[in-house]
């Protein structure tokens, strides 16, 4: 911690002396200037925590000095302790005018002068205290309200022509049930209502997703297993399976629900990470959605799974589509991937999805893509009893 800076203005240096004598074994650090304008000159250098100044002074007394360092928006909270002879309640006022915060009497008496400084540098301790925290606090505000302004923006922008798709295959099918009913056989009706169901439940699926994200978003940094409602998911993955076999049961239900479990191909080291079910769950559901949305049938899907170095690192590669060096640079919440060529298949939530969860475990991220040839996702997580310490170090190793 440095030493409190303590300024001492007199035009008589062996002033300055029997002040230094008295303070000197006390921790701080002590300057001097003869007159006012070399102080005011020297306060940026010395950066005082506290002045010690004389009122009788040839030319511009101390008083003027006290209103003139005042006047500093800069300097204005940092004590001025008034030494002086003077003993008028008028000649006080004036002092107290100028914006000295306390006095000393001359001669000055050692025990008093330590009790003023030591008094009026705990007040200025106590307020740098707070302007910290109101600075701290100024920009976590500032953060935040750049945060939800950019939000309020894509929501404007992107939320309604995300829901709007499978809402209108709701709407347009019950529309058609209810003007065509009578005319239509139970066959036809039955894929209106499939078709109303699908989209019902894409429909569903979107929410989540936002809500997925929203959660995220909320938590920020503070993720850590088990520190939300997913208690029981998190006890089975601990005492049921462990957690590369999760990744492989998820996996492999996707490859399923896509029909492309042929294509699905997974290789991941058995290992136990220190990252909550439900969150791990997020993930593997929103890379692996995306790889097999994004590629075509009859091409490989690899689930690559390794602990080295005290973390857990994952790769998901795909033989599909790719993305733009730009893409990448732009994935966001909101970002559509090739909305106008593949229509309203999206992305961007769910890689950012995926992407907010590892690290808001401390891991590394990363995509890499050829353009109409590949793409790859690398993760990093923390094993159950790894330190989060070698997380970032790995992330200049990312393909071997």
Known sequence: MNKPSILVIDDEPDNFDVIEAFLTEHGYELHYASSGQEAIATLDTFRPDLILLDVMMPGIDGIEICRQIKAIPKWQVVPIIMATALSSKEDLARCLQAGADDFISKPVNAVELRARVHSMLRIKQQYDRIESYSKLQRNTIEVLRGNLQELRGNLAASLPHELNTPLN????????????????????????????????????SLTQRFLNY???????????????????????????????????????????????????????????????????????????????????????????????????????????????????????????????????????????????????????????????????????????????????????????
């Open 169 to 204: 295959g709701v709407l347009v099918a019950i529309k058609l049930l209810m003007e065509t009913s009578d005319d239509l056989d139970s066959e036809s009706i039955r894929e209106l209502l499939d078709i109303s169901y699908r989209s019902a439940c894409r429909l569903e």
């Open 214 to 400: 929203f959660d995220l978003e909320l938590a920020g940094t503070s993720l850590k297993p088990d520190s939300s409602d997913d208690k029981n998911n998190a006890k089975f993955a601990a005492d049921i399976l462990s957690s590369s076999l999760l990744i492989e049961y998820w996996a492999t239900a996707i490859a399923q629900q896509t029909e492309r479990a042929e294509d699905l191909i997974c290789q991941i080291e058995n290992t136990e990470l220190a990252v909550s079910c439900k969150h791990l769950q997020w993930m593997i559901n929103e890379l692996l959605d995306n790889a097999f949305k994004f590629s075509q049938p009859e091409t490989p899907v690899t689930v690559r799974g390794e602990c080295k170095e005290g973390l857990f690192h994952l790769w998901i590669r795909d033989r599909g589509r790719g993305m733009t060096a730009e893409q990448i640079a732009n994935i966001d919440a909101f970002m559509q991937f090739e909305r106008r060529t593949y229509e309203q298949q999206g992305s961007g939530l769910g890689l950012k999805i995926a992407q907010k969860a590892v690290e808001s475990y401390g891991g590394c991220f990363v995509i890499t893509s050829v353009y109409h040839q590949e793409t790859t996702v690398y993760l990093t997580l923390p094993l159950e009893t790894s330190s989060r310490d070698n997380i970032m170090m790995s992330c200049g190793e990312l393909f071997n």
